[in-house]
């Protein structure tokens, strides 16, 4: 099992920065891969980032790339995303998740039905 839990969510003006964090916890959390959802109303939960524990890999949705970053501490048991350059559309509360498997290449990467354990979701809001 693990257990996840996020804070660092906020509102914030356009162009603004805002760093997520999720703190991991379970007999073997630090060894799962991880990443971040994003919901917003009358979505379905959106992949944003997600990295690997095999390799370190790390994995953007198109929309982010370039803007946002993910990241863990060295004791792999936080795990951040620093969201730079935001925008109005970028609101949504935002969900970190972790999954079992430790490598991943393609489009799966950033899916749902990679990640096995959900934190409770942090609301990000992003005014114009």
């Known amino acids: 099992q693990v257990q996840l839990a996020e804070s660092g969510g906020g509102s914030v003006q356009a162009g603004g920065s805002l760093r997520l964090s999720c703190a991991a916890s379970g007999s073997t959390a630090n060894t799962a891969s991880m990443g971040w959802f994003r919901q917003t109303p009358g979505k379905e939960r959106e992949g944003i980032a997600a990295i690997y524990a095999g390799d370190g890999s790390t994995y953007y949705h198109d929309s982010v790339k370039g803007r946002f970053t993910i990241s863990q501490n060295d004791a792999k048991n936080t795990l951040y995303l620093q969201m730079n350059s935001l925008k109005p559309e970028d609101t949504g509360i935002y969900y970190c998740?972790?999954?079992?498997?430790?490598?991943?290449?393609?489009?799966?990467?950033?899916?749902?039905?990679?990640?096995?354990?959900w934190g409770q979701g942090t609301q990000v809001t992003v005014s114009s």
């Open positions: 998740a972790a999954a079992w498997v430790r490598y991943c290449s393609g489009d799966y990467c950033l899916s749902r039905g990679q990640f096995n354990y």
